[in-house]
């Protein structure tokens, strides 16, 4: 999905899209982007969402792909580490201290990605619908809450 534009919002349970097969099942929210903020929100969904279904599974996934997960900041760290490995360049989104990169991608890249909200008819498919401003209303919620939990 990755190498080829496509993506999930971030905080959908994505996991739940995929069948056995890893054929996404419900396409409708599924769009198209090349943005860096939406492939970060991609495989964040992917791996938080997988770590939400069935921890024991995840943390499998992480020891396959020589990730490791310590804290709610291994998912940012791993998401990163996965876009690397399919040659998406992240290098610019690391900053000085662990703490002020996670913070920095939470708010400045996750946050203001495509959240569930934006998807409905058609707009995951890059048109616009009524649910467009729903989106934006999650988003700003999102930004207060990230701002003082995140002491932004």
């Not at 899209?17 to 769009?31: E, G, L, P, W, Y």
């Not at 903020?37 to 969904?45: P, R, W």
């Not at 048109?127 to 999650?138: A, L, W």
Request: hydrophobic share 30%; aromatic share 14%.
């Amino acid at each position: 999905m990755i190498q080829n534009d496509w993506n999930f919002p971030w905080d959908k349970n994505c996991l739940t899209d995929i069948n056995s097969q890893s054929k996404i099942t419900d396409v409708a929210d599924i769009f198209k982007s090349s943005e860096i903020s939406h492939k970060i929100g991609t495989v964040y969904a992917l791996l938080h969402s997988l770590y939400q279904n069935d921890e024991y599974a995840y943390l499998q996934f992480c020891e396959a792909n020589s990730l490791m997960h310590y804290n709610r900041m291994s998912f940012i760290f791993n998401t990163l580490s996965i876009l690397q490995s399919n040659n998406i360049d992240v290098s610019y989104l690391y900053k000085t201290t662990p703490v002020e990169t996670y913070k920095h991608i939470i708010y400045n890249y996750l946050v203001v990605g495509k959240n569930c909200g934006f998807c409905g008819v058609g707009s995951c498919k890059g048109r616009k619908d009524s649910n467009q401003s729903y989106g934006e209303e999650i988003r700003n919620e999102y930004l207060k809450i990230s701002k003082i939990q995140l002491k932004l």
